[in-house]
């Protein structure tokens, strides 16, 4: 195998790897890939347990090439993650950095989603200490990437589910409305539906209203349509996937209605191929990015580019639905 130059001018010799918020499958191959590249590097590579909170309690732990073994396949993460009150505070942070002092940490990798990236550049301007962000979070609603991990993975889980629940759909003629994951974006949503011939798929980027949901079932009945899935985004702002059920059944109440809330399994989960490979690759790029220098940035894929986008644009800008998704989506509806 080649060896790539470890170009050490920049001075890393011991990197940390945390992850961070809510856990997406995928993160583990990610590790996985920051530790082997590290190695490959020689660089010392330290994992931090249950994301700021380990940093700030020191519970950290030495990593090499055999201690991410048979982890690539595994959903979740082995480091365990969290939400930390405490790395929210001055007070927090300070001990944080006082750890990486004792350990000799010159750089983190901080897998996450925007809240994770926030820390991260708080506390890179507060201390100096360098920080490169990996986007791990299902929601794919991260500017500078194309997808991040764990994506895809929650995607399929979603199409299985909702495969499953069509099958019974029309098997009774029912309605089904089908919550899935998506607080503030709508990627999972609109993807799961046209993958599914969901009838209707409400997303929180586009303004509903219940008279459009209302006209969309009149036409899928003169179409013949027996059964009908309508994916709702969790953070549709129409009202709570209870209160859409409620409205139909009120205005066609020959419907015979039912709500199912697919919740955390589109979290769990062995990491699709796509997921894998992604990971990967930007747990890669982490290491050779901050090897080249770079600091503040998150590491993406974009048209299939390992790319560095500064942290702020990553937390401040969003993905943008694809709004031609949403018209063919309608188009093939009935
Ligand atoms: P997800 O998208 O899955 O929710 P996330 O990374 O956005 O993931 P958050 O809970 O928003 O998840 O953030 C994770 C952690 O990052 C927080 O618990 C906190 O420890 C840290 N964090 C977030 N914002 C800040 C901030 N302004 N200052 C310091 N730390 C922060």
Redesign the pocket.
Known sequence: MKKIKNMSENNIKSIAVLT???D?PGMNAALRAVVRTANHFNINCYGIRE??NGLIAGDVTKMGPRSVKNIINQGGTILKS????E??TPEG?RKAFEQCQKLGIDALVCI????????AK?FNEEYGIRVIGVPG?I?NDIFGTDNTIGYDTALNTAMDAIDKIRDTATSHNRVFFVEVMGRDAGFIALNSGIATGALDILIPERKDSMEDLFSTFRMAEKVGKSSSIVVVAEGEELGSIYDLAKATKEEFPTYDIRVTILGHIQRGGSPSCADRVLASNLGYGAVVGLLEGKNKVMVGMQSNKITYTPIEEAIKKHNEIDKNLIQISEILAM
């Open positions: 961070s918020g809510g997406a994301g700021y969290a939400r930390s009150k790395f929210m942070r996450g989603g925007d809240g994770s990236f926030t820390g708080v979070t929601d």
